[in-house]
């Protein structure tokens, strides 16, 4: 290895010294200096392997994450290899200082050290602890939201709806491996409520490389104006939130249509405009059911379990999102219908996602049928398409 510069040797030691004293919190290394400038930043932090500490990094790229585990004295001369090179800045967060070391142009280092900004240590995590897509680091959102802690540790009320946001960005990602966007994509989320989906997916894509337009569509100003200060803070260009009723919403080109949770027949309002708005994607989580069930008169032997009130609400249910997959397969969309997460999450876990494919001729009689079945009259969506 090169003769490690002075100045470097002095952050390494100290980084050294923090591990030893039990004083780390994480460390950063930023701004790319080499040549490959898709190689975005480092994140470390100190977790347990089959008992002992070693340094997890992830390694962010443009368009992926690796994470790598070191032991120690490893990973300080990756440190040391990586800063003045790769990287031109470096920042090392103990609970007795923040310690930057930044380059200049002609690759001098200079050390800056400041009062320390982290209060604890982060948990120690086990390597067995699921690996999730979303980097809790670096991601304000999640702070601001009451999801993680100011140093980046997720907080006992927000695990579950980490755990969901997780959830929907591993389906958004393996969904878009088999469908790609197009590298600007116009995205809507009608109904964004408080935006953590919005946020999440915006963050996903950039870190793919895509250039997303996003769009939160939300009848709540309150929320709106939330969002739309978060999205300004965090640098996220694309990502916009409008205080409007989805009905009233024409955009002009959609890619990506979602709907997650939307009430009753917002949901439906939703899929319309993702269909007449010619989406390659509609990803829809229903919420309340209330129009189908208003209508339900069984006509068939079926009415002997209808009965119980409770099992008509789970029917109609099922006959609504049954119905809203069929009418999408007939306006020229293969649909799958599955669970999204967990019930203990939330009861309302189906999701229906809709790639654009061949008309499906036959779903229009099978509507029929089923409302016959069941002394319906009309079907919201129906009316929507028409
Ligand atoms: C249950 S929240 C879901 C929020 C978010 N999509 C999520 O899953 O975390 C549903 C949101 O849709 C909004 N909403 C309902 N009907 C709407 C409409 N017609 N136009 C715009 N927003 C609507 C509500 O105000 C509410 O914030």
């Given amino acids: 290895m090169e003769k490690m510069n002075e100045i470097t040797g002095q952050f390494v030691q100290k980084l050294q010294k923090s591990i030893e004293n039990g004083s780390f919190v ?14 975005r930043n480092v994140y470390g932090r100190l977790i347990e392997l089959r008992g002992e500490e070693v340094m997890s990094f992830t390694l962010r790229y443009s ?7 070191h032991p120690i004295p490893e990973a300080l001369t990756m440190v040391a290899l990586w800063l003045g090179t790769d990287f031109l800045n470096g920042d090392l967060f103990t609970l007795e200082e923040d310690l930057s070391i930044q380059f200049s142009k002609k690759r001098k280092p200079r050390l800056f050290s400041r009062p320390a900004s982290q209060e604890e240590k982060p948990p120690k995590v086990h390597n067995r602890q699921k690996q999730y897509l979303i980097e809790v680091a670096d991601n304000p959102y999640l702070h601001a939201m ?9 907080l006992p009320a927000g695990q579950a709806k980490f755990r969901q946001i997780n959830k929907y960005i591993e389906i958004i990602d393996s969904l878009l491996q088999q469908h790609p966007l197009p590298t600007a994509p116009q995205i809507v989320d009608m109904g964004s409520g408080k935006g ?18 996003i769009t939160g569509i939300e009848l709540r100003q309150k929320l709106v104006d939330f969002c739309n200060g978060l999205a300004k803070e965090a640098g996220y260009t694309g990502l916009s939130f409008l205080a409007e009723d989805i009905h009233n919403f024409h955009p002009k080109r959609i890619d990506m249509l979602i709907a997650l949770h ?12 993702g269909i007449q708005s010619g989406a390659e994607i509609i990803i829809v989580a229903p919420c309340c059911h ?9 006509q068939t032997d079926m009415q002997a379990i209808l009965r119980h009130g409770i099992l008509e609400e789970r029917q109609a249910e099922l006959i609504t999102d049954g119905i809203r997959s069929l009418l999408m397969e007939a306006h020229g969309y293969q649909t799958r219908v599955f669970e999204f997460i967990s019930t203990e999450h939330t009861p309302k876990n189906l999701m ?22 069941y002394g319906i009259e009309y079907h919201y969506l129906e009316k929507l398409l028409e």
């Fill in 196 to 213: 953590y989906l919005t946020f999440a997916l915006y963050d996903h894509l950039s870190g793919l490389g895509l250039k997303p337009a």
């Fill in 26 to 39: 994480k460390l950063t290394l930023s701004k790319s200096g080499g040549k490959n400038k898709d190689f």
């Fill in 352 to 373: 229906i996602v809709g790639t654009k494919g061949k008309k499906k001729e036959e779903a229009l009689e099978q509507v029929e049928a089923i409302k016959k079945d």
């Fill in 146 to 154: 009451g999801i993680s802690s100011a140093s980046g540790n997720i």
């Fill in 63 to 69: 368009t992926r994450d690796e994470t790598r585990n």
């Fill in 262 to 273: 939307a009430c009753d027949i917002a949901t439906d309002i939703a899929i319309a405009k």
């Fill in 290 to 298: 209330k129009q189908i069930r208003k209508q339900m008169a069984c």
